[in-house]
Every structure is written in C-alpha cells, then in structure tokens.
C-alpha cells in the first residue's frame, strides 16, 4: 500500500511570492492534515479536510489556505510569502476514525528567501 | 501560548536502560493524548496514544501514564534500543475528531 506522498520535496521562494503544496493520501483515506514543523514552534496545526470540507483549522493566518479534492487528495497553498514561513510542511492522512491512525508524509522543506 | 510542553529538549539513556519522556498540558479540555516518534527526513509516525478515562496503557515495550490532576503524562521504554534514537513528540486533541496540538520534542540519543 502506498504512503503519503508529497510534492514537490523541497522549495525556493522568495518573499511576495505564492506556493502551492500538494498532498496525496493513502488510497481510501478520507482526512487530509497539514502540520508546519519550525525549530521553534515544533509541529503545528494548520487544517484538516475531510470528504472536500475544511472539519478543523488551527491558529494560522488567512494566507494559509487548503483545499480537498474528490479523490481526496489536498492542496496548500501560502499567498504573499514571508521570511517566517520557510519550514518544513507535513501532510497527514487518516480514514477520518482519529489521530492514532493517522499517516504522516515526509513533507515538503519550503526555504523563503 | 504552549499548551503541550516537552522541558526537555533532549535526553541520553544507555542501551537496555528506561527511556522516560515527560510531557506537561495546561488545557484541562483535552481528553485524548498521543507520542509520536520521528527520524531525520521522515514524517512522525504514531507510537501511542491514552484517553483520559485510563491512567496506563502499554504496547510491548511502550507504556504512557497520564496523570490528570497534574496535567502530566510520560512515555516509558524498556528496554532502550538503539533505533529508539529519534525525536519524540507528545500531542493532545480535545476529542478524537478535533485538531491536535503538538509538544516542540524531545530529541532521545540511545548510548551503545
């Protein structure tokens, strides 16, 4: 069974600038997550989709957004870039049945110069 | 404002010893808790979780403890191995369908 694959694995932006983040979950998994992971904030959490609506969002401004697709598989997407979103940005998919069975993507490293 | 804090950034534990990782909350909602382990270049995958209604639960050589009443809970490994070496993250979510919120880490080194 394929894992949770994102793309692209690294990216180069300057700031102003847009980015769009791809994520494809495990077949038959429903819940999209997106974490942002920073040496010092750790991991957290942007938003989760499941079955193409927007079920929890976290504390993240409104140039964050997140979409889901039919064949479930979401994109995010960060307008007007700034120096403090280069990080590393993590999918996560799920059956939509809690976070114990939840599967992480191995993310997408975002360097904003 | 943290609301699931790891104090320690890192630990060092000899081979076949115990590993403990502690893990402090302030949300007195959150009912549902879980440590994640991650490797370099990999994404968390998920270690074990407890709900609120336990005090203990174990998965062979992993147990958590939750202690309510002091908002703490703690990942137990016997015995160390050395592929244990990685950065555990302890989380929190107020049910299982809401959003979870992460600990920054702990980075555990296995000695030889």
């Known amino acids: 069974k394929a894992g949770v694959t994102q793309t692209p694995r690294y990216l180069i932006k300057t700031r102003g600038q847009q980015v769009t983040l791809s994520c494809s979950p495990i077949s038959g998994h429903r819940s999209v997550s997106w974490y942002q992971q920073t040496p010092g904030q750790g991991l957290q959490f942007l938003f989760e989709?499941?079955?193409?609506?927007?079920?929890n969002k976290g504390n993240f401004p409104g140039r964050f957004s997140g979409r889901q697709f039919s064949n479930s598989r979401s994109e995010m997407n960060v307008s007007t870039l700034e120096l403090g979103d280069s990080a590393l940005y993590l999918c996560?998919?799920?059956?939509?049945?809690?976070?114990?069975?939840?599967?992480f993507g191995p993310g997408t490293r975002l360097t904003v110069l | 404002d943290q609301q699931v804090k790891q104090n320690s950034p890192s630990l060092s534990v000899q081979e076949g010893r115990i590993s403990i990782l502690n893990c402090d909350y302030t949300?007195?909602?959150?009912?549902?808790f879980l440590w994640y382990k991650k490797y370099p270049a990999e994404g968390p995958t998920f270690l074990i979780s407890?709900?609120?209604?336990?005090d203990k639960n174990e998965d062979g050589r992993f147990t958590v403890f939750l202690n309510k009443s002091a908002k703490h809970l703690s990942l137990h490994i016997v015995p160390s191995q050395p592929g244990d070496s990685a950065v555990y993250f302890c989380a929190a979510s107020a049910s299982r369908d809401d959003k979870i919120i992460f600990g920054k880490g702990t980075r555990l080194h296995i000695l030889p």
């Open positions: 949300n007195s909602m959150f009912d549902y």
């Open positions: 989709y499941f079955s193409e609506t927007q079920r």
């Open positions: 996560a998919s799920s059956p939509g049945t809690g976070p114990d069975t939840q599967y």
């Open positions: 407890i709900s609120s209604i336990k």
